[in-house]
């Protein structure tokens, strides 16, 4: 790519050297900067270039024939995004426990030593996915580039949901290990139903859309047994009860993480919606 007669080489963003001859070199070059990291933002506010820009350079090289010159500037966009799936500090000693106990089932060494697929599979988790307006009316930049997943909006570890999904399709089962955080009260120190409900929504509905194509829940049927305390790790575990066309009924229930207590029990109705129903006006 050329600038002004001079070359610019990619290599690391992070840092960009210039090497200048002339003030209207200077001028120039700047504006030339202005230019390609604004188009950066841009696209990176496009979801579905989210994957190509992660991998683009961290830094740039601009060269001219004279002088050097170091400017720091900080990227527009993360260089990959996050996965909440995964361990962090605020974790407690029962979730990694369970954690290593299940990504352990999630690969298998054969008698010839070799390592393959294990029955169970994580599932990743990131905050943010595809948004539709009814109608198959895309929402606009301003809105995408601020929506995030319910579940994973909040910035401090540890503070609401914590969670990860295992799932076994040979058995149609999933299971999800839940820490709850402080901001999820309802009564004095335990969980929020309604918090309760959407991890429920959030794991059957995973599991569902697992088994079919993209699906809406249809029905969520909830019975609370016994409450939840703040900050303790529970397991919730779905499985297909049957699937009729459309329809995947599934059945749920929160327990200890040692099966002793019964905190909560729920069926779910899905149904499949094709991706034209999203995109493509009825």
Same mark, same amino acid.
């Given at each position: 790519?050329?600038?002004?007669?001079?070359?610019?080489?990619?290599?690391?963003?992070?840092?960009?050297?210039?090497?200048?001859?002339?003030?209207?070199? @200077?001028?120039?070059?700047?504006?030339?900067?202005?230019?390609?990291?604004?188009?950066?933002?841009?696209?990176?506010?496009?979801?579905?270039?989210?994957?190509?820009? /992660?991998?683009?350079?961290?830094? &740039?090289?601009?060269?001219?024939?004279?002088? @050097?010159?170091? &400017?720091?500037?900080?990227?527009?966009?993360?260089?990959?995004?996050?996965?909440?799936?995964?361990?962090?500090?605020?974790?407690?000693?029962?979730?990694?426990?369970?954690? +290593?106990?299940?990504?352990?089932?999630?690969?298998?060494?054969? +008698?010839?030593?070799?390592?393959?697929?294990?029955?169970?599979?994580?599932?990743?988790?990131?905050?943010?996915?595809?948004?539709?307006?009814?109608?198959?009316?895309?929402?606009?930049?301003?809105?995408?580039?601020?929506?995030?997943?319910?579940?994973?909006?909040?910035?401090?570890?540890?503070?609401?949901? +914590?969670?990860?999904?295992?799932?076994?399709?040979?058995?149609?089962?999933?299971?999800?290990?839940?820490?709850?955080?402080?901001?999820?009260?309802?009564?004095?120190?335990?969980?929020?139903?309604?918090?309760?409900?959407?991890?429920?929504?959030?794991?059957?509905?995973?599991?569902?859309?697992?088994?079919?194509?993209?699906?809406?829940?249809? /029905?969520?049927?909830?019975?609370? @047994?016994?409450?939840?305390?703040?900050?303790?790790?529970?397991?919730?575990?779905?499985? &297909?009860?049957?699937?009729?066309?459309?329809?995947?009924?599934?059945?749920?229930? &929160?327990?200890?993480?040692?099966?002793?207590?019964?905190?909560?029990?729920?069926?779910?109705?899905?149904?499949?919606?094709?991706?034209?129903?999203?995109?493509?006006?009825?």
């Amino acid at each position: 790519m050329k600038v002004t007669g001079k070359t610019i080489t990619a290599g690391c963003i992070g840092r960009i050297v210039i090497f200048r001859d002339s003030k209207d070199q @200077r001028v120039q070059m700047a504006r030339s900067i202005g230019r390609l990291l604004k188009g950066f933002h841009g696209l990176s506010t496009l979801p579905e270039l989210g994957v190509q820009l /992660n991998h683009l350079p961290t830094c &740039v090289s601009l060269r001219t024939a004279s002088v @050097r010159t170091k &400017v720091a500037l900080s990227l527009p966009f993360p260089p990959k995004p996050r996965d909440f799936s995964l361990p962090n500090s605020s974790w407690g000693p029962e979730m990694l426990g369970l954690y +290593e106990h299940y990504n352990s089932l999630c690969e298998v060494e054969t +008698e010839g030593g070799e390592k393959r697929e294990g029955p169970w599979q994580r599932l990743p988790s990131y905050n943010r996915s595809l948004k539709y307006a009814t109608g198959g009316v895309y929402l606009s930049k301003i809105i995408q580039s601020k929506a995030r997943l319910f579940t994973r909006n909040m910035r401090d570890p540890g503070a609401a949901f +914590e969670y990860v999904l295992f799932v076994n399709e040979g058995e149609q089962r999933c299971v999800c290990i839940f820490q709850a955080g402080h901001l999820l009260e309802g009564p004095p120190g335990h969980v929020h139903g309604g918090a309760i409900a959407t991890m429920i929504d959030t794991v059957t509905g995973t599991h569902a859309s697992q088994l079919s194509e993209p699906v809406m829940t249809a /029905n969520l049927n909830i019975n609370y @047994r016994s409450p939840i305390p703040l900050g303790s790790t529970v397991l919730i575990e779905s499985c &297909v009860d049957k699937k009729e066309g459309r329809k995947t009924f599934i059945s749920c229930k &929160v327990t200890s993480t040692d099966g002793s207590k019964l905190h909560t029990d729920a069926t779910a109705l899905f149904l499949s919606i094709g991706v034209s129903h999203l995109l493509l006006r009825e």
